[in-house]
């Protein structure tokens, strides 16, 4: 195989037939064991553009996975998550890589069409998690998801009839639910990552706001706050949710109106210059967020503060 070569992946049987596996039970869902999986022989890194749901439960030792421009090494069990569009890669680390357990949920987007998870399935953020923001699992939460996974290749094995979709998607979604659980006990018992990391945002949204050149800079992104702290925007919000209660949106606004208020309270400038000081275009979009806040509006906070 030539070094680096890239993989569209676009249906199941084209995976099987990339990995060495048998044609899949189901044309549109596959469960794979990882560990029947023959590697394709490759000189360099391995690139797969996936077109598909994949959903992994791995322990792979001797190789290093990459999600865009982040790496992980997978000596550990762990669970992780990707949607359609997304680019996986393998690299080797010399030896051949070693799978000692996993399985891979492969799910084609036609099959959840004209489902409700067809359009549900967009409230996991975890599907556009990095992959250092795995999921990892105790040894009962790996069981249950092993269980439900199995449940799932048991049916693509067995006759397909009018009941298969819906038992499948049921199944598909009691996953999902399991998932998202358990990432929500992981913000939680991981509490030392889970809090620097919110210390980190609140140290970045601190220094933005006493730049100098906030007006020339414009208010502050979701995306590039993820960016500073090498997070997904998604991974970071739902942190922050299970942690505080608020997403980063509101994080930053919080921090904004607390900017807002030293100055009304301690400076004469007016209303606009505040507003553009703090990186607003226009002075009604920043009145408006500020009453929606507290209540009332810029200059009533400063005639009550006076």
């Known amino acids: 195989m030539a070094n680096n070569q890239l993989y569209r992946v676009k249906t199941i049987a084209q995976y099987h037939e990339l990995m060495g596996l048998p044609g899949p039970a189901h ?8 560990s029947r999986i023959q590697h394709p022989e490759h000189d360099g890194s391995l690139h797969l553009l996936f077109e598909l749901y994949t959903i992994s439960l791995k322990r792979i030792s001797n190789v290093t996975m990459k999600y ?3 790496e992980y090494d997978y000596n550990d069990g762990l669970m992780y998550f990707m949607s359609p569009g997304q680019l996986f890669s393998i690299a080797s680390t010399g030896d051949a890589p070693v799978v000692r357990s996993g399985l891979l949920l492969l799910i084609h987007p036609d099959f959840l069409w004209h489902t409700p998870l067809a359009r549900g399935i967009r409230r996991y ?8 923001e795995a999921l990892y ?3 009962r939460e790996e069981a249950i998801i092993d269980g439900v ?17 819906d038992i499948i998607i049921a199944q598909l979604e009691v996953l999902l639910n399991y998932s998202e659980r358990f990432y929500q006990r992981q913000f939680i018992t991981r509490k030392k990552s889970s809090h620097q990391l919110l210390e980190k945002l609140e140290e970045w949204l601190a220094a933005y706001f006493e730049r100098e050149d906030i007006a020339q800079r414009g208010l502050p992104s979701v995306q590039a706050i993820s960016e500073a702290l090498h997070v997904s925007p998604n991974y970071l919000s739902t942190l922050l949710k299970t942690l505080t209660g608020q997403s980063t949106q ?20 007016t209303v606009s210059q505040i507003a553009y000081s703090l990186g607003f275009e226009h ?12 209540n009332v509006s810029p200059l ?7």
Request: hydrophobic share 35%; charged share 25%; aromatic share 10%.
């Open 250 to 269: 509101q994080h930053i606004h919080e921090k904004l109106i607390e900017k807002a208020k030293q100055q009304l309270s301690t400076t004469d400038l």
């Open 149 to 165: 996974i199995r449940h799932i290749d048991q049916e693509c094995h067995s006759n397909i009839d009018k009941f298969s979709q």
């Open 125 to 132: 953020d975890f599907f556009d998690y990095a992959v250092h």
């Open 27 to 34: 044309p549109l869902v596959s469960v794979v064991d990882l």
């Open 300 to 306: 009533e906070f400063r005639a009550g503060f006076n």
């Open 137 to 139: 699992l105790s040894d």
């Open 283 to 294: 002075s009604q979009s920043f009145s408006k967020l500020f009453k929606s806040k507290t």
């Open 68 to 70: 865009g421009q982040q």
